[in-house]
Structure formats: structure tokens, C-alpha cells
């Protein structure tokens, strides 16, 4: 070979050698959902990537995910390794490349977890991203007295599809599981909500109200309940959402009381989520990751799945219809005034739950006396509470068969 081929070909191996190994993925985003009582990690990629787990409690208790070598993208800064702060059960994490091939992403725990599901998704709407999801729930300590050993659990994506979910999202129950019913006290903490002329706030007549249903229907040993606030605290709607989201709720009730510049309006109204409020569902839904169990199961085309999505949210909203539609005669029987045209429709953010039936209850107006005196008085209260159980043991008489494959 002559000297001047040689030296030409010197000169452009790099170039060659960059055109025969394919381009690097690139790790572009990583955001953390939820809170205690579950994390949702969300790992943004240019390209569908392959991927495995691994999670030990052996003393540092952490959560790794192994990719292919990928670019580091993190905070709009490029870099070889990094760290940062993590959120919910997450403590930190760290990513670096682990050989010539690898590379690995490390989150440092708060608290024993375990991964419930891992799974990849392709591009949905205008977000150009495919996504890696890990959702992790804290270890009861009784699960902590059982060795455990360190598992691995190898989740791939295909150039063209994202992998299979490591498992359902929701686990498989018995059809006579007792109901969640989340019971969202309305405003709080620096939000007084609306206020009577005198003084009465808002925010503790929704909490003791809140407090009373949950006690009726605790007491029916029929059903599970949770509040999204137990005590005067200030929690963004957001947040109501997502706890209820967490949780596993069946159905979502958010209470309030009315008021308006008509002092003689009073009565309770009651809302579900209106035909403007889907296009704000949607936005809200994408931007927080909220991704339904339907779209996690990457063996059907996306366009299935998208379709599948769109059904659940339309059922949701039938479900919440159909709940308000029990729910409004039930007070009636309860002796608790309405408004002539009780089922009202509007895009409350409390409502966007894609696939959760939500209603918001309005009380009655608190610049009404009638109304006022009404709700604080203990046995309108306890008649309020009544109505609300007999409404539900309706719905879930007649949704049994829905509740059962969730």
C-alpha cells in the first residue's frame, strides 16, 4: 500500500469508524411523580431503548436500571455522569456509563421500596419522547422481617415498540373487594374558599363534613376511605388528583360549599366534567404522565391502545354521570335542598381524573342563612352523610361488574 493511501486513510478512520458505530440514544429527561406512597419515575430517550432492573435492600437500598451506552442529557447539560435529587421514595440518583457498551441509572432510596411495574412507551402526542416508567411502592416493615434477595428483571423495547408492562398495573381482586372512596375536602390552609357573613370558612365545613361521611361509611363495612387532607392544610388541586390516583380510588368525591351575590340562590348542585373539560383532561393527563392500565400492553399497535385510552376516559365519564345521577335524587331523600338544575358540567380541575369517576359536590351556598344553618347543624349533617352512602351503594351495586376487572 502506498504511503499516501496509508496516510489518507489515517486521516479519515475516525470519520469511518463514527459512520460503522450507530448513533448513541440520548437520556433526555427524568422527572419524578406521586409521593410516599408511590413514586412514578418517568426516563425521557430519543430512541426506543432496552433496558434492565435490578432492586436490593441489602442495607443501601436502591433501584438500577441498566441501558445500552446512551448520552447523558440531564437539565440541558451533557455530561458523562452526573447526580441530582430525587422526590417521593426516591432520596437521589446518579447515572454514569458502566463499560464500553453500558450505561447505568442508580436511585438511592428514602426507605425500602420495591418496583411494582416497569415498563417503555412510545411517543404520545406531540411529546416526541419514548418514556421508560418505573413505579415504585414503599416495603410494609413486616415484609422487611423475610430475607430478600436481589432481583434482576430485564425489560426490552423494540425499534418499534415499547416492552410489555413487568406486571398489571392494578393487581387482580376479588369482585367483593370493598370500594376506595376518596372524599377530597374542598380548599385549606391559606385558602379559606368562600365565607359566610359570619365568619363560617369554608374549608371547615368541607374537612368536618368530609370526616362524617367517612365515618358513615366506614361504619357500613362496605367500603375503604380516604380523605386527600385530614387536616387545615393547603393542598394544589393537582396534588388531590394524584393522591387519589396513588390510592387506587373507585370514585372521587371533591365537597364544597357555594357562595354568589345573591344572598336568596341556595341549595346543593352537583358536577362532573363538561365537553371543554376532555380537551383539558387530555392536556393535563400527558403532562403528568398519568398513563392508563390499557396503554401499558405494547403487544397491540399504539393505535389500539389510543383507541382503548379514549374508551376508558369516555366510560370514566359516563361513570361520573351516572353517580351524579344517584347522587342528586339520594339528597333529595335526605331532605337536602338543590338547585332546579342540580347536574351542572364544567372543567374543574378535580374532575380531569382520566380514568376515575370524580363528582364535585356543592353543599349549598354559604350566603344563604337557610343554607348556613344547614350545614352546621349535626343532624342535617348526619342526613347529608346518609344520602351520600345510599347514592354509593347504588352505584357500586350496579357497577360490581366494572369494579371487579379493574
Do not use: C
Request: charged share 25%; glycine share 6%; no cysteine.
Amino acid at each position: 500500500m502506498s504511503r499516501w493511501l496509508l496516510t489518507a486513510l489515517l486521516l479519515l478512520w475516525p470519520a469511518l469508524t463514527a459512520l460503522a458505530e450507530p448513533t448513541s440514544s440520548r437520556i433526555t429527561g427524568l422527572r419524578f411523580g406521586g409521593g410516599q406512597s408511590q413514586t412514578r419515575i418517568v426516563i425521557d430517550s430519543d430512541k426506543p431503548l432496552t433496558f434492565k432492573t435490578f432492586s436490593s435492600q441489602d442495607g443501601g437500598e436502591r433501584i438500577v436500571v441498566d441501558l445500552p451506552k446512551v448520552r447523558w442529557s440531564l437539565g440541558g447539560l451533557t455530561a458523562e455522569s452526573g447526580r441530582g435529587d430525587g422526590e417521593g421514595l426516591v432520596q437521589a440518583y446518579r447515572y454514569a456509563h458502566n463499560s464500553s457498551t453500558s450505561s447505568r441509572l442508580t436511585f438511592e432510596l428514602k426507605a425500602p421500596a420495591r418496583l411494582a411495574r416497569s415498563f417503555a412507551l412510545p411517543p404520545a402526542g406531540d411529546d416526541p419522547h419514548y418514556r421508560i416508567v418505573l413505579d415504585l411502592r414503599p416495603i410494609e416493615p413486616s415484609a422487611l422481617s423475610a430475607p430478600v434477595a436481589a432481583k434482576s428483571s430485564p425489560e426490552r423495547a423494540s425499534p418499534v415498540r415499547a416492552a410489555p408492562p413487568a406486571a398489571t398495573p392494578r393487581p387482580a381482586i376479588d369482585p367483593a373487594r370493598r370500594p376506595l372512596i376518596v372524599i377530597d375536602p374542598g380548599h385549606g390552609g391559606r385558602d379559606p374558599g368562600a365565607v359566610s357573613s359570619s365568619g363560617l370558612r369554608e374549608k371547615d365545613v368541607t374537612l368536618e363534613i368530609a370526616r362524617l361521611i367517612k365515618d358513615e361509611l366506614m361504619a357500613s363495612g362496605r367500603y375503604r376511605v380516604a380523605l386527600t387532607r385530614t387536616r387545615d392544610e393547603f393542598i394544589e388541586l393537582e396534588t388531590r388528583v394524584e393522591r387519589a390516583r396513588n390510592l387506587g380510588a373507585d370514585l372521587f368525591i371533591s365537597l364544597h360549599a357555594d357562595a354568589g351575590s345573591n344572598s336568596s340562590v341556595r341549595g346543593a348542585s352537583v358536577y362532573t366534567l363538561s365537553a371543554e373539560g376532555e380537551k383539558r383532561a387530555e392536556e393535563v393527563r400527558h403532562r403528568n404522565d398519568w398513563i392508563l392500565d390499557v396503554e401499558t400492553d405494547s403487544s397491540r399497535p399504539r393505535e389500539v391502545n389510543d383507541i382503548l385510552a379514549d374508551l376508558v376516559q369516555r366510560e370514566t365519564k359516563n361513570q361520573s354521570s351516572r353517580f351524579a345521577q344517584m347522587l342528586i335524587p339520594a339528597l333529595s331523600e335526605a331532605g337536602w335542598p338543590a338547585l332546579a338544575n342540580t347536574h351542572r358540567k364544567r372543567g374543574f380541575f378535580v374532575l380531569l381524573n382520566p380514568d376515575v369517576p370524580a363528582v364535585l359536590l356543592e353543599m349549598g351556598f354559604m350566603t344563604h342563612p337557610a343554607d348556613e344553618a344547614m350545614l352546621v347543624s349535626d343532624a342535617r349533617r348526619a342526613r347529608l352523610a346518609g344520602g351520600v352512602l345510599a347514592a354509593i351503594d347504588v352505584f357500586f351495586s350496579r357497577e360490581a361488574p366494572l369494579l371487579a376487572e379493574r
